[in-house]
């Protein structure tokens, strides 16, 4: 009995109708957040005493490389519930994660190679983090490349599920060993930006941002998953009535 | 039907059967030997051929050579045995499918990821490696192809009869195995350097060994997805 809930989410009428009903819950408040956040971050923060204005990117930057990471994790655990339980909601959600987080990671890297220019004075450093994000940018490009070359919808979400959780063993080691093979090679250059503890002032709109960002990502793959959802069950009646009602 | 056969001793069937027929074919396998040989041959010709320059550049040309290789000996793994059945035959045969590929990828590394590990290390001396470099280069290559060949067994059973095979292929295998590249040129370099390696050499074994315990299963599921 405790589980019916569990698989109702499974249904996907039930879920295209739960999601529509939910997206502004997440959407507004990620809106509100990322305004104040904005604000607090570009304009009410005092610059940095050694980076200068320059420092400002990291409140669009860190949001995006925690989602990149994150957005991979959910996607591959996803994937496990949708193999494991064989929920096909599941798959339409793992499927609608892996644009997303291609995205972020790529807006990540931009951004991270924008702050590389006044702080390192190169646009591109083989820095252990950028490294591994940009290895993380090739695992989310094999993923939906699979999804891509499959044509049966089933086959491809059975698949991609497999290479998912191949993908999320490997995260970490990839990260490690890309860590410890720059600390291997040269003394680390990096600027630490956590060494000294920041300011409220500072780290305020940097939590905001980050719980903004992750509410939007939510948002955006409610969007992304009925989209989803509905290109996989065209041919099904609830879909022609929910046309109806809409 | 006759009696069953235990599972070790089906995979030590299908070891003969594979070797046999690999055998029969010696062309086919030996090709990425070659295509190995060919990369390692284009990074003088491409860059400085000074040989104290070259041996900076000769532990990334090894691995990058040796991973392309094994990528293009990925071809071979399951591409026959998916065209005539045998794989759907093993798939039904009621033994553990895990055990049988973990069988066939050794027999693949046998053919193609060994003869690498023997002409490697001289292949590094062409590139100003000292020869007593040579004990050392080969244990890496050996650790580290393994690694790869059971890394890139999860690859090939994921894109077994797509269309655009290849490509995805290296897409999908190459960013898995940059741990893999990034140990075995930082072990190689020491070991060219005449320098203790072990830790690296620890670093690789682990990856090897996680490899060949988890990517068999994921080979096994992928191609249970491959065969439908």
Redesign the interface.
Known sequence: MAWIWFHKLGSPPHFYRLAGRMTPWFAWPALLLCLGGLYGGLVSAPADYQQGEGFRIIYVHAPAAWLSVMIYSAMAVYAAVGRIWRINVCHALAASCAGIGASFTLVALVTGSLWGRPMWGTYWEWDPRLTSEL?LL??Y??YM??RS??DDTA?AD??SA??A???A??VP??HY??T??NS?HQAPSVMKFGKSSMPASMLIPLLMMLLGFTLFFVAIMLVRARGEVLRRERGAQWVAEAAVEA | MSTPVSAARAGWLLMRRDLRLAMRRPGEWLQPLGFFLVVMTLFPLAGNPQLSRLRDMAPAALWVAALLSSLLALEFLFREDGQDGTLEQLAVSGLPLSWLLLAKTCVHWLLTGLPLVLVGPLAATALGAPYASIPGVLVVLLVGSLALSLIGA?GAA??LG????GV?LA??V???A??VL??GA?ASALAIALEPMAGSIY?LGS?AV?SAT?APL?AA??MR??L?
């Open positions: 290895v090739f695992l490009l094999g490349g699979l070359a499959i086959r059975r698949a497999v290479l959780i191949v993908g063993v490997n080691i990839i060993s890309v410890w093979w291997l | 999860v994921l894109t797509l269309r655009r095979g995805l897409l999908l190459l960013p898995l940059v741990p990034i140990f930082r670093l990856i996680l988890l994921a599921a992928a997805i491959s439908e």
